[in-house]
């Protein structure tokens, strides 16, 4: 549900295209209404439910790193609180998928709320170079996955460092 499905009015199309002329016609009461709408528009625009709830909005989870070197990209993942067991890793024409599920340690009948993620989780990145799948690595350690995916030859050696010239300079 959304938090605009709570309020029982909005602003139409033909509403907002309106001669501000046409305005002062219109009984105080209309005004306000109007006023109103604009209100809660200005108000909850952009809002999202899943902020409301703390939990984080789809591809936000896990926090990832990427890096790029002459080689090979390495991507790391923070996973508190979970085991190897729990994470998947998948390549497939160079897009790395993490996904696993993030299960909840106890169903406590008194906990009034919980700033914690748990559930499912998926995210993807896409390499612009070829990659080498073959030479893929994960390594999990103290809740931090790390993948190391190497490029292939080819992708290497197209690589091209171009010199910046600075005032007749080149570096």
């Known amino acids: 549900m959304n938090v605009r499905d709570l309020i029982p009015w909005s602003r139409s199309n033909r509403e907002v ?3 501000l002329r046409s305005e002062s016609s219109l009984s105080p009461m209309v005004s306000l209404h109007r006023e109103m709408n604009r209100l809660f528009d200005d108000a909850f625009h952009g809002f999202d439910e899943s902020r409301l709830l703390g939990r984080p909005r789809r591809g936000e989870w896990p926090k990832i790193d990427v890096e790029d070197n002459d080689k090979e990209y390495r991507v790391t993942a923070e996973l508190p609180g979970m085991d190897d067991r729990d994470v998947e890793v998948l390549i497939q024409d160079g897009v790395l998928t993490l996904r696993g599920e993030k299960k909840v340690e106890n169903e406590s009948p008194n ?5 914690r993620f748990y559930g499912r989780f998926e995210r993807q990145i896409s390499f612009d ?9 994960a390594a999990f ?6 993948v190391t995916v190497p ?4 992708a290497v050696e197209r690589t091209k460092r171009i010199p910046i010239n600075v005032a007749g300079k080149s570096h």
């Open 17 to 19: 295209g309106r001669d």
């Open 111 to 115: 906990r009034m709320f919980s700033e």
């Open 129 to 137: 170079r070829e990659v080498a799948e073959d030479g893929i690595t």
């Open 141 to 146: 350690r103290n809740g931090i996955l790390t």
């Open 151 to 154: 490029k292939t030859a080819q």
